[in-house]
Structures are given as C-alpha cells and as structure tokens.
C-alpha cells in the first residue's frame, strides 16, 4: 500500500497569506490527523477528521481550519499567515478514529517570510 | 494537562545498546508508541505497547513500560550508524490527539 502523501512538500509564503496543505491517506484508513512541528514547541496536534467532520481539536487560533471530503483526503488552511506559523506540518492517517495507530506522512515544510 | 519528558540527547557506542527513556503523566493512556524521525523526514512508527502491557520486543527493538511509575523505555540491540535519528515518545488517550516528547536525539559514536 502507499503510504501518507503531502503536498506540497515545501512552501514560502508571506505574512498575512494564506495556505493550503494536502494530505491523502493510506488507501481504506478514514482518519485524518494534522500536527504542528517547530523547534520550539516540538509537535503539536492540530485536529483530526474523521468521515467528513472534525473530531477533535488542540489548542489553536481559528487562523488554522481544515476540512475532509469523502474519499478521505484532507486540506489544511491557515489564514494570515504569521511569522510563527513557520513549521513543518505532518498529517497522520489510522484506520478508523482514536485508538488505533497513526501513520505519518513526510510533512509540508511552510516557511513564513 | 498531559505531559510527555525525555532526555534531549544520548550517546552510544555503534554496537552497543542504546536505551531511551520516556516519562508521561496521563494514567488513562491507553497506546504508548515510539517515533523515529530522520532530518528532513516525517515521522516511522518504530513500535507501540498498549497500556496492559509490561513488555513488547520486535527485533532489535525492545520497548518496557512500568506502569506505577509511568515510565516507558526503548532499547535498540546493537545500535548502527542508520539509527541515528531523533525518537519520539507519545501517548494517546481515547479521542485524544498524540501528546509527544520533546524527542532524544540518539549520536552514533564509531
């Protein structure tokens, strides 16, 4: 099976853009989880998707949406954009929601000039 | 809240054994899992251990978890230049997002 696939791999926006990421995951896994890494803070979790709705949520602005369509994908948006909003974000796919094993993908590196 | 603490780094001899260690706060997790991540890459799943569990080996990998003391370590036999890397400890409590450790960075000595 393929694995977790992201795109982009790399993107350089400026302050007060926006973004999207992409996240497609393992063939039959139905749960989306997005996650935030940076040297400071170390990975955070953003939300996860679960059959088209957001399940659960961390600590975040509502600067940071996403959303899930019916074939599992995922997209991530965080509108105006900060300096700090700089990090690599990994999406992570599991088979069905909570309990069962994340599998991560390679990460969009998003730098914020 | 959750909390999940490890040592930044640690150094090892190639060879030798290499253990990593991993303290957490949440008594109701339910998964207990280790990450590897190289540079420039997302995360691997290396192994997991459910909370009723005291031990689970997998080749090289052996994890151990003490429950009354809430601690979990990995121990990786023979240590070669390709596991240098940064691993993660997280845990997961029912709907609950992963909460990671900072990582340790593991340093292959020749």
């Known amino acids: 099976k393929a694995g977790v696939t992201q795109t982009p791999r790399y993107l350089i926006k400026t302050r007060g853009q926006q973004v999207t990421l992409s996240c497609s995951p393992i063939?039959?896994?139905?749960?989306v989880s997005w996650y935030q890494q940076t040297p400071g803070q170390g990975l955070q979790f953003l939300f996860e998707?679960?059959?088209?709705?957001?399940?659960n949520k961390g600590n975040f602005p509502g600067r940071f949406s996403g959303r899930q369509f019916s074939n599992s994908r995922s997209e991530m948006n965080v509108s105006t954009l900060e300096l700090g909003d700089s990090a690599l974000y990994l999406c992570?796919?599991?088979?069905?929601?909570?309990?069962?094993?994340?599998?991560f993908g390679p990460g969009t590196r998003l730098t914020v000039l | 809240g959750e909390d999940v603490e490890q040592s930044l780094f640690l150094s090892v001899r190639e060879g030798d054994s290499s253990v990593i260690n991993c303290t957490y706060t949440?008594?109701?997790?339910?998964?207990l899992y280790w990450y590897k991540q190289e540079p420039g890459a997302g995360l691997q799943l290396l192994t997991y251990?459910?909370?009723?569990?005291d031990m689970k080996q997998d080749q090289r990998l052996t994890v151990l978890l003490n429950k009354k003391d809430k601690h979990l370590s990995l121990r990786i036999a023979d240590t070669q230049t390709g596991d240098s890397a940064i691993y993660f400890c997280?845990?997961?409590?029912?709907?609950?997002?992963?909460?990671f450790g900072k990582g340790t960075h593991l340093i292959i000595q020749p």
């Open positions: 063939s039959g896994h139905r749960s």
């Open positions: 997280a845990e997961k409590e029912g709907a609950d997002g992963l909460t």
């Open positions: 998707y679960f059959s088209e709705t957001q399940r």
């Open positions: 992570a796919s599991s088979a069905r929601l909570a309990s069962d094993t994340q599998y």
């Open positions: 949440d008594s109701s997790s339910t998964y």
């Open positions: 251990i459910f909370s009723n569990m």
